[in-house]
């Protein structure tokens, strides 16, 4: 059923491969891997939809097995550390939790042949034509002889290496740190991956030595609509209103801040900071560049975050949100569209909301917001 019309389809790609500049030399040598796998797409259809707490996901993904892993690799990998670290001021303990949490430590960097994969997924997968430019900056990374066709693992999805690159980032930010003439983020030595996360964080404004996030606590009475990253303050300002750190000192001045609650008013309270920025280019998911905080304060010795979601506390799936998202709209609090997925318009509409029926407008849809709207809906 997958190769139903898959000849088609690849005759008309591999005519736009060769007007994207590639040849037939390499298209020849890539051959094989052009072929659909109909593992992939069943991998891309049994995602999970995470109902996780910012508190659920932390204990996931930043564990004490993986902060002593992650201790002993930086004692075996300590010279080649602090020479990329210095390189790029980025700082060391950063560039190890991301390769801790993609890859936990070069361990886990995926056996999926890439080319395979992303023939897939623009062939019949979502976001085809996503995946297609993918398709087609591999090739030219093949051209380019960084990798053989057999070479290039990676994940289903088709991230490759140690930084877990998808290849048009390869593209832009992978180096050739040991000076071999390949950047070479795959295989056992971790020198141009490691290199190229710091580059990539580099490129998009890493401050050395300053933290992503501090973890706060947010005085009575503290307006919640203030919350969210459309709203940057001095951190003196933030102090003036009674935020304090989570063990009772002040917030040491690191700029430009926003507060942040990823799972709501009733979880953790974080104030974040331009690095925060930085590390949202590598993932935007907000408790991805916590947990990425986190495991590097954790490699540094520092302590697991102090406040804990209530158990109660219902995170809504994509179904469930996509829900929300349109029975907020008809209620007249436009979320301009319904894809499932909250972003900064979900939360606007759900602020607005929630102020007009005198509810924290903290701008989080839990399983209590949407039994609210289904309600009011009645």
């Known amino acids: 059923m997958l190769e139903h019309k898959f000849d088609d389809w690849r005759d008309a790609f591999l005519s736009r491969a060769r007007e994207a500049g590639l040849s037939d030399a390499t298209l020849a040598l890539c051959a094989d891997f052009l072929r659909p796998d109909q593992r992939i797409l069943e991998k891309q259809s049994a995602q999970s939809e995470f109902t996780l707490t910012i508190s659920d996901y932390l204990a996931r993904a930043v564990t004490d097995a993986r902060v002593r892993k992650g201790r002993a690799a930086h004692r075996k990998y300590r010279d080649l550390m602090n020479k990329i670290s210095e390189a790029y001021q980025v700082d060391a303990q950063i560039i190890l939790a991301i390769w801790g949490i993609e890859t936990d430590y070069g361990t886990a960097c995926g056996d999926w042949p890439v080319l395979s994969a992303l023939t897939t997924l623009a062939y019949a997968g979502h976001r085809a034509g996503f995946f297609e430019d993918e398709l087609i900056a591999a090739l030219q990374i093949i051209e380019a002889q960084d990798i053989t066709p057999e070479g290039m693992l990676g994940s289903w999805a ?221």
């Open 158 to 378: 088709g991230a490759m290496g140690h930084g877990q690159f998808m290849p048009t980032s390869f593209q832009v930010f992978a180096v050739d740190s040991d000076g071999d003439g390949r950047r070479n983020i795959w295989g056992g030595d971790p020198t141009d991956g490691l290199a190229s996360i710091a580059n990539y964080l580099a490129r998009h404004g890493w401050q050395m030595s300053r933290p992503c996030r501090a973890e706060v606590t947010l005085p009575v009475g503290f307006d919640f609509a203030l919350a969210g990253r459309q709203t940057r303050k001095p951190v003196s300002d933030w102090t003036a209103q009674g935020v304090i750190a989570a063990d009772g000192t002040p917030v040491p001045d690191y700029g430009e801040s926003s507060v942040l609650l990823p799972s709501g008013a009733s979880g953790p309270a974080f104030l974040t900071f331009g690095n925060f920025d930085a590390l949202r280019a590598y993932n935007q998911a907000d408790s991805y560049v916590i947990a990425v905080g986190c495991l590097a304060d954790r490699l540094q010795g520092g302590k697991p975050v102090a406040k804990i979601c209530p158990n109660d506390l219902e995170v809504l799936t994509h179904a469930q949100m996509r829900e929300l998202q349109e029975r907020l709209t008809k209620a007249g609090y436009d979320t301009l569209g319904a894809d499932g997925f909250s972003g900064p318009n979900t939360a606007s509409a759900l602020r607005s909301y929630q102020q007009d029926h005198s509810l924290v407008p903290d701008g989080f849809g839990s399983g209590a917001m949407l039994r609210h709207l289904r309600a009011r809906a009645d």
